[in-house]
């Protein structure tokens, strides 16, 4: 079946630095979702890509979806405190998603 | 996500008991979905339905079982709980006719401990 692959697993920066999370599929996507949990939270739709090379930004945050719609990444400018959280990529597949084992960002203020 | 609550949202349970975890909508949506999420490995997709008479299991179904009773509800239940069932488990929605079909809204969760 679909596999997603995400690294890093744990990602700890100090405020004010970047951030990057990268997803990689065993398949070509339709699409890929991202989400954001909070800690105690539950997941909570980030952005979804859908085109081949895709860019979309969300004021710090700036997703991209590969050429072959098979990786994706979420880069994360300047973090602050309030980006703390797991992050995780979905692929899509006929409506079900397959989502990666995330990855958690702690930020030293 | 207020509009998708989940019961109970903390439950101890014994080996051997059967449990059931409800979740409930009022997004008007057709499409559920139930995961679980342990550390370190993400969300696993237990079961999911698209209509009231459409049931589908995921990646993870041996030892659970679904029922949908209406198009709000979606019931999970654990026939004899085991403690490796001991998990957070999320209940899902979509709406296939919606603009943004792909995308799912997650309930708070219900924390779930077999001892």
């Known amino acids: 079946g679909q596999q997603v692959m995400q690294i890093p697993q744990y990602q700890h920066v100090q405020e004010g630095e970047d951030f990057t999370t990268y997803c990689n599929s065993s398949?070509?996507?339709?699409?890929i979702q991202w989400y954001k949990q909070r800690p105690g939270g539950h997941p909570v739709f980030l952005i979804q890509?859908?085109?081949?090379?895709e860019v979309k930004k969300q004021k710090r945050l700036t997703f991209q979806f590969g050429e072959a719609k098979k990786n994706s990444s979420l880069h994360i400018t300047a973090t602050q405190t309030t980006d703390v959280g797991t992050y995780f990529c979905?692929?899509?597949?006929?409506?079900?998603?397959?989502f990666g084992k995330g990855t958690l960002l702690t930020v030293n203020p | 996500d207020a509009d998708v609550t989940q019961t109970p949202r903390n439950r101890i349970t014994k080996t051997g008991k059967r449990i059931m975890l409800e979740c409930s909508q009022t997004k008007g949506h057709d499409r559920m979905y139930w995961y679980r999420q342990d550390p370190g490995l993400g969300l696993r997709l237990i079961y999911y339905s698209f209509d009231v008479k459409d049931i589908n299991k995921g990646e993870i179904s041996d030892g659970y079982s679904v029922s949908r009773q209406a198009q709000a509800k979606f019931s999970l239940s654990l026939e004899s709980a085991i403690p490796n069932q001991t998990a957070l488990y999320f209940c899902?929605?979509?709406?296939?006719?919606?603009?943004?079909?792909?995308?799912?809204?997650f309930g708070p969760g219900t924390r779930l401990t077999v001892t």
């Open positions: 899902a929605t979509s709406d296939s006719g919606g603009a943004s079909p792909y995308e799912q809204y």
């Open positions: 979905a692929g899509n597949s006929n409506y079900k998603l397959t």
């Open positions: 890509l859908v085109k081949s090379g």
């Open positions: 398949t070509t996507l339709s699409n």
